[in-house]
């Protein structure tokens, strides 16, 4: 009867404990100032420093097949592990043959959206600020990208924000009831320091969306784009349809793109079939963030908004 | 029976339920003890004095000053202090314009604009701090590094810009050292919570098993407190036209009702003299309770709801828990 009770008490003592243990998330270390400054941009203007890069496009196709030109590097601004991705890659030749020409270690101005997603996270902490190494490979392990670039040295490439195709392929992204119930539900611990704000997560799936987006307000200019609260429906919804969830989410537009044109003169009910990536809403993450006292953790799911990179209908 | 059935469940959701209330209790006087010991501002006032320390600068009224003091009497940083006590926020932007101030208008004069030096009139219209003449310090030299780091030395706002920086830094070691001077109070009031209320795992797990009504009221009070919201901030963009404007709301609901409380006192508590307490497993409870109430309150709310979802997964909602079995024949301990 002892032994019973022992093993009793010590199954009802680890099971309280053993979660304790079973975390495994990646932490970026954002400064403050950087993401004040940038949570309600669209991109962000930098040196770009090329260690590696694709000598040619993505194939296109599904998943991975997505026509991006990768390029791993370290920048003036931003000072985290990254990648840039031009989208549309096969649209880009003159871009593709000044990237070809380029040496390991050269700088070229570029203008690209941010983005933060722990899509390549990696198993180390980021810190921003911290001594970057150089990237080993064209994909290194990375929470920052900038995806699509938007201005790479002399070459602009907003007409890049248009669906992937090359002839009769054309790159599908996920669909809108298989993406955005998992980005609903990403983890997140954001955690706060006088200068910087901590965001833990885990490897994220479900790159590109399609869906449908009914504007819930005015689009509002940013400078440097244009962004609007929408709902989230599937394509092919009818009017009498729910969206996928009740609350709105925030999207981003590049000014000059395609997409940004056609939203600019929408109103409030308009639609728009589009395909999107996700990145963390950084505005709300501030807004969190400023409403934490002391060493308090919110712990609840990643704030993200979608950057529109192409109208599909 | 086998080992893993909804009593061993019970048991633990009531385990981590004494846990959740008493890290709210914890965090509580946590709180209440920051407040009366004004633990943020000293910590705070302690990084500012380490980070000006061993300089000097010359007063002309007074003679050569310790930056410390100049700062603190800086009419900026005054109207900060409420009655004496120094505030527990202070901004990049005041503490950089503090110390520029003071090493422009009581350090010694900044050199003449030269062709050489690159100023431009547009600016030299905000007076350029000239830490460079500084007495030999530990200001002078980080300021100076800072700017010297930053290329552009003649520019106003590079100077206020590498003292953010430099302030920005130094606030990180002092939230270092707020969270674990928190992390230590935690630990100590925890302890000291436990012991007096004798918060005994091994004997919360023992009453748990042994008193299936005591269990049932546990389960009852658990699932009362899993449906109340999560402690934590709420952010809501009010202006569907507005996406940048949020409005961020703190959600306190933490306080305990006093059916809580009842519940908790039937498991916590000196029932019998203290001596009599004293043994291996009582301090092995204690250990464990500690432990426990140091995870924070949050940790144990997200891990009770998850239990609760996995306990009554497949009932009603409106179902309650099950009634009481019938006691153990085992003697209860």
């Given at each position: 009867m002892k032994t019973k009770r022992f093993q009793f008490l010590l199954l009802s003592i680890t099971l309280v404990f053993a979660?304790?243990?079973c975390r495994a998330e990646i932490t970026v270390s954002l400064k403050k100032v950087f993401v004040q400054q940038f949570k309600d941009k669209a991109t962000i203007s930098t040196k770009f420093r090329i260690d590696q890069h694709h000598n040619s496009a993505n194939p296109i196709g599904s998943g991975s097949k997505d026509g991006d030109i990768h390029i791993a590097g370290r920048d003036?601004?931003?000072?985290?592990?990254m990648v840039s991705e031009i989208i549309n890659g096969k649209k880009e030749n003159s871009a593709l043959k000044f990237l070809l020409t380029t040496t390991s270690g050269q700088s070229v101005n570029l203008t690209g959206v941010w983005r933060l997603w722990?899509?390549?996270?990696?198993?180390a902490d980021q810190i921003q600020g911290t001594t970057v190494p150089p990237a080993?490979?064209?994909?290194?392990?990375?929470?920052?990208?900038?995806?699509?670039?938007?201005?790479f040295g002399t070459f602009n490439?907003?007409?890049?924000?248009?669906?992937?195709?090359n002839g009769s392929k054309e790159f599908r992204g996920y669909p809108a009831e298989t993406a955005f119930p998992a980005y609903e539900k990403r983890p997140a611990v954001i955690t706060v320091s006088n200068s910087a704000i901590m965001i833990s997560s885990t490897k994220a799936a479900y790159n590109y969306a399609e869906f449908e987006m009914r504007l819930a307000g005015k689009p509002k200019d940013v400078g440097d784009g244009f962004i609007v609260f929408a709902n989230v429906y599937s394509?092919?919804?009818?009017?009498d349809d729910d969206p996928l969830f009740e609350a709105t989410r925030r999207m981003v537009f590049v000014k000059g793109s395609a997409p940004a044109e056609a939203v600019e003169k929408l109103k409030k009910g308009d639609r728009l079939q589009v395909l999107g990536i996700p990145r963390v809403n950084l505005n709300e993450v501030f807004a969190i963030a400023s409403g934490?006292?002391?060493?308090?953790v919110f712990d609840e799911t990643l704030p993200y908004e979608m950057i529109i990179v192409a109208i599909l209908k | 029976m086998g080992m893993f059935n909804s009593n061993v469940l019970d048991i633990v959701i009531g385990l981590i339920f004494v846990y959740l209330t008493l890290a709210i209790l914890c965090t509580a006087a946590n709180e209440w003890v920051a407040a009366v010991t004004k633990r943020r501002g000293k910590t705070l006032e302690r990084g500012v004095r380490q980070l000006l320390a061993d300089q000097v600068v010359p007063n002309a009224d007074r003679g050569d000053q310790q930056f410390a003091e100049e700062f603190y009497r800086h009419p900026l940083i005054t109207k900060l202090l409420d009655r004496g006590n120094h505030p527990a926020y202070l901004s990049p932007r005041t503490f950089a314009a503090a110390v520029t101030d003071i090493v422009t208008n009581t350090g010694p004069a900044p050199p003449a604009p030269s062709v050489t030096s690159g100023l431009t009139p547009d600016k030299i219209e905000t007076p350029l701090p000239n830490?460079?003449?500084?007495?030999?310090g530990q200001v002078k030299r980080s300021v100076l590094a800072l700017i010297q780091h930053l290329k552009?030395?003649?520019?106003p706002a590079v100077v206020q810009q590498a003292l953010e920086a430099w302030f920005n830094d130094s606030m990180d070691r002092v939230s270092g050292w707020y969270k674990r001077r928190t992390q230590l109070w935690t630990i100590i009031i925890a302890a000291a919570l436990t012991i007096l209320v004798n918060a005994d795992t091994v004997h919360i797990v023992r009453q748990l098993r042994n008193d299936p009504v005591l269990r049932s009221a546990v389960i009852e009070e658990a699932k009362v407190r899993s449906q109340k919201p999560r402690p934590t901030v709420t952010v809501e963009?009010?202006?569907?036209?507005?996406?940048t404007s949020p409005t961020v709301t703190r959600n306190e609901g933490d306080a305990l009702s006093q059916k809580e409380l009842d519940v908790l006192g039937q498991m916590i508590g000196?029932?019998?003299p203290f001596r009599d307490n004293l043994r291996g497993e009582t301090f092995l409870g204690w250990l464990l309770t500690v432990l426990a109430i140091s995870m924070g309150a949050p940790f144990w709310f997200d891990l009770l709801n998850k239990i609760m979802r996995v306990r009554f997964a497949?009932?009603?909602?409106?179902e309650t828990a099950k009634p009481p079995e019938k006691p153990d024949a085992e003697p209860r301990v």
């Amino acid at each position: 009867m002892k032994t019973k009770r022992f093993q009793f008490l010590l199954l009802s003592i680890t099971l309280v404990f053993a979660p304790i243990t079973c975390r495994a998330e990646i932490t970026v270390s954002l400064k403050k100032v950087f993401v004040q400054q940038f949570k309600d941009k669209a991109t962000i203007s930098t040196k770009f420093r090329i260690d590696q890069h694709h000598n040619s496009a993505n194939p296109i196709g599904s998943g991975s097949k997505d026509g991006d030109i990768h390029i791993a590097g370290r920048d003036s601004v931003v000072k985290l592990p990254m990648v840039s991705e031009i989208i549309n890659g096969k649209k880009e030749n003159s871009a593709l043959k000044f990237l070809l020409t380029t040496t390991s270690g050269q700088s070229v101005n570029l203008t690209g959206v941010w983005r933060l997603w722990f899509e390549h996270p990696g198993s180390a902490d980021q810190i921003q600020g911290t001594t970057v190494p150089p990237a080993d490979d064209t994909n290194p392990d990375h929470i920052f990208e900038f995806h699509p670039v938007v201005q790479f040295g002399t070459f602009n490439l907003l007409d890049s924000f248009a669906p992937i195709k090359n002839g009769s392929k054309e790159f599908r992204g996920y669909p809108a009831e298989t993406a955005f119930p998992a980005y609903e539900k990403r983890p997140a611990v954001i955690t706060v320091s006088n200068s910087a704000i901590m965001i833990s997560s885990t490897k994220a799936a479900y790159n590109y969306a399609e869906f449908e987006m009914r504007l819930a307000g005015k689009p509002k200019d940013v400078g440097d784009g244009f962004i609007v609260f929408a709902n989230v429906y599937s394509i092919g919804s009818g009017d009498d349809d729910d969206p996928l969830f009740e609350a709105t989410r925030r999207m981003v537009f590049v000014k000059g793109s395609a997409p940004a044109e056609a939203v600019e003169k929408l109103k409030k009910g308009d639609r728009l079939q589009v395909l999107g990536i996700p990145r963390v809403n950084l505005n709300e993450v501030f807004a969190i963030a400023s409403g934490l006292h002391g060493d308090e953790v919110f712990d609840e799911t990643l704030p993200y908004e979608m950057i529109i990179v192409a109208i599909l209908k | 029976m086998g080992m893993f059935n909804s009593n061993v469940l019970d048991i633990v959701i009531g385990l981590i339920f004494v846990y959740l209330t008493l890290a709210i209790l914890c965090t509580a006087a946590n709180e209440w003890v920051a407040a009366v010991t004004k633990r943020r501002g000293k910590t705070l006032e302690r990084g500012v004095r380490q980070l000006l320390a061993d300089q000097v600068v010359p007063n002309a009224d007074r003679g050569d000053q310790q930056f410390a003091e100049e700062f603190y009497r800086h009419p900026l940083i005054t109207k900060l202090l409420d009655r004496g006590n120094h505030p527990a926020y202070l901004s990049p932007r005041t503490f950089a314009a503090a110390v520029t101030d003071i090493v422009t208008n009581t350090g010694p004069a900044p050199p003449a604009p030269s062709v050489t030096s690159g100023l431009t009139p547009d600016k030299i219209e905000t007076p350029l701090p000239n830490f460079a003449g500084l007495p030999e310090g530990q200001v002078k030299r980080s300021v100076l590094a800072l700017i010297q780091h930053l290329k552009e030395r003649n520019d106003p706002a590079v100077v206020q810009q590498a003292l953010e920086a430099w302030f920005n830094d130094s606030m990180d070691r002092v939230s270092g050292w707020y969270k674990r001077r928190t992390q230590l109070w935690t630990i100590i009031i925890a302890a000291a919570l436990t012991i007096l209320v004798n918060a005994d795992t091994v004997h919360i797990v023992r009453q748990l098993r042994n008193d299936p009504v005591l269990r049932s009221a546990v389960i009852e009070e658990a699932k009362v407190r899993s449906q109340k919201p999560r402690p934590t901030v709420t952010v809501e963009y009010k202006d569907e036209n507005d996406p940048t404007s949020p409005t961020v709301t703190r959600n306190e609901g933490d306080a305990l009702s006093q059916k809580e409380l009842d519940v908790l006192g039937q498991m916590i508590g000196w029932h019998s003299p203290f001596r009599d307490n004293l043994r291996g497993e009582t301090f092995l409870g204690w250990l464990l309770t500690v432990l426990a109430i140091s995870m924070g309150a949050p940790f144990w709310f997200d891990l009770l709801n998850k239990i609760m979802r996995v306990r009554f997964a497949g009932k009603s909602p409106d179902e309650t828990a099950k009634p009481p079995e019938k006691p153990d024949a085992e003697p209860r301990v």
